[in-house]
């Protein structure tokens, strides 16, 4: 791996660790319960978008589908938090 | 595994170096703008092209290790492209009912009238 590749893959986690502090101060701050969602959902995506960039850092397939099992928990979780505050229950 | 050709190296280089000044503008959008509707839109940046980037710099630099066409990222790219358009109008809804319910009063009317009794 060149020194172009590998700085390229080190600058994208640091801009994601970066987002997701800016992210976590925005779920701390609120300052509604949707704000919290959302900076929730953003949150997951960094996670999946960090798992993308280990699995070309490490040559490894494996990370492709924690990211995939990341983006599918966001999506619950998420809709399922959004549909609560909405309406009181889940699953009516 | 093959040896990769530094000219895909700095094509996936550069896909993850945009990957992150998106998801970093987005991020500092999301903490900056005053309200809730104006602070949905950044994430979009970030949902599309900041995936994008990712998943298109993972099928370019795999399909050249392996020596074949790696297409498994864009299942990343689909799943998004099918739940964020579900949650982020979701989470505008309850934005909105909220605030009907809380006696806002600068928002837009109901489209439909409240039943009645």
Redesign the interface.
Known sequence: ??A??S???T??????A???V??L??LIRGP????R???L??LY??A??VM??L??RH?S?MY?EA??LI??F??VS??AM??F??RGEVIE | ?NQ?P?WV??A???L??S???F??V???G??RLPD?FL??HP?AV??TF??WC??L??VL??SM?ESRAVL??W??II??SV?VP???P??A???L??RRAAGAVDIPPPLTPPRGP
């Open positions: 791996m060149s172009l590749l700085g390229g893959i600058f994208a986690l640091g801009c994601y970066v987002a997701s800016l992210v101060v925005r509604r319960a949707q704000d969602v959302f900076a959902d953003l995506f960094h999946m978008l993308l960039v699995g070309i040559r397939d492709f990211a995939l983006a599918l966001s999506f998420s809709f959004a549909k505050i909405l | 595994m990769v530094l190296e700095a996936v280089a550069a993850l170096v990957s992150g000044v998801v970093l987005s991020a500092v999301f903490l809730f602070r949905m994430p970030a949902y900041g995936s990712v998943a710099a993972g630099y795999f290790i498994h990222p299942l990343i799943m998004l739940t579900m949650t982020t979701l989470l809804r309850v934005a009912f909220r």
